[in-house]
């Protein structure tokens, strides 16, 4: 196949992702995740049920496609920075980014549909729980993106499993302990920025005390993991 049938064939199969995660968080916002099935989901999507499982295995995944393209966002933008930029400065800039454009991954975003998204998402335990499938690929990327070194090197070979910022590589466990603290942290923030839009704050009261919390939680960081600071 040439290479432009392939590119076109990459894009069905995104819109048809997309189509029925939005006829099926559509119909979860309306009638609550439990009460409504498969069925009524590839109806709404216009697919047929085999179809359906092609694309998603769980109801739960048709939930949360939207946080599947963020899985590996920390890592590339460690894998992306300017050569003398730390993963932790690259990290808080870009979340401190997010807050700025609402981003509803940092969870300062009062947009109606939004809200009711996380309603949905913190209110059913069944995608709390697979949400920590998510959180759990996404700290092994950026894992790797940390172990990886210096941006556009790669891990130096016989490097201490502790990891040294004279090496400027964080292999093995240093590297998993560090993607989890920082996974877990922009989590943190995201939820506590959500829980203030949930009691009826608006975006921009708030913004400065998410951006505060932001760099505390970063600086927090930046004593525990000098290696990347």
């Avoid at 990290?91 to 549909?113: I, K, M, Q, W, Y």
């Avoid at 130096?156 to 093995?172: L, N």
Wanted: aromatic share 6%; hydrophobic share 40%.
């Amino acid at each position: 196949m040439s290479e432009h049938g392939t590119g076109l064939r990459a894009r069905k199969r995104q819109r048809t992702y997309r189509a029925i995660s939005d006829a099926a968080v559509s119909l979860f916002l309306e009638r609550g995740f439990d009460t409504v099935s498969v069925s009524e989901i590839a109806e709404a999507a216009e697919v047929s049920k085999p179809t359906l499982f092609r694309y998603f295995r769980t109801k739960e995944d048709m939930a949360l496609h939207r946080f599947a393209d963020h899985e590996d966002e920390a890592a590339r933008v460690v894998a992306g920075r300017p050569a003398r930029e730390s993963p932790l400065t690259a990290l808080e800039n870009h979340f401190l980014a997010g807050l700025e454009a609402r981003d509803p991954v940092t969870g300062l975003c009062d947009e109606p549909e939004v809200l009711s998204f996380h309603r949905l998402l913190y209110g059913t335990p069944e995608l709390v729980a697979r949400l920590h499938s998510y959180t759990a690929r996404s700290e092994e990327a950026l894992a790797d993106a940390l172990a990886a070194g210096p941006a556009g090197g790669a891990a130096e070979t016989g490097a201490p499993e502790t990891g040294t910022a004279e090496t400027g590589a964080a292999p093995g466990l240093t590297a998993r302990l560090a993607a989890g603290q920082l996974v877990t942290s922009q989590r943190v923030l995201a939820t506590a920025n959500w829980r203030r839009i949930a009691d009826g704050a608006r975006a921009d009261s708030v913004s400065g005390a998410a951006r505060q919390d932001a760099r505390r939680a970063f600086a927090l960081l930046r004593t525990g993991l000098t290696p990347f600071a």
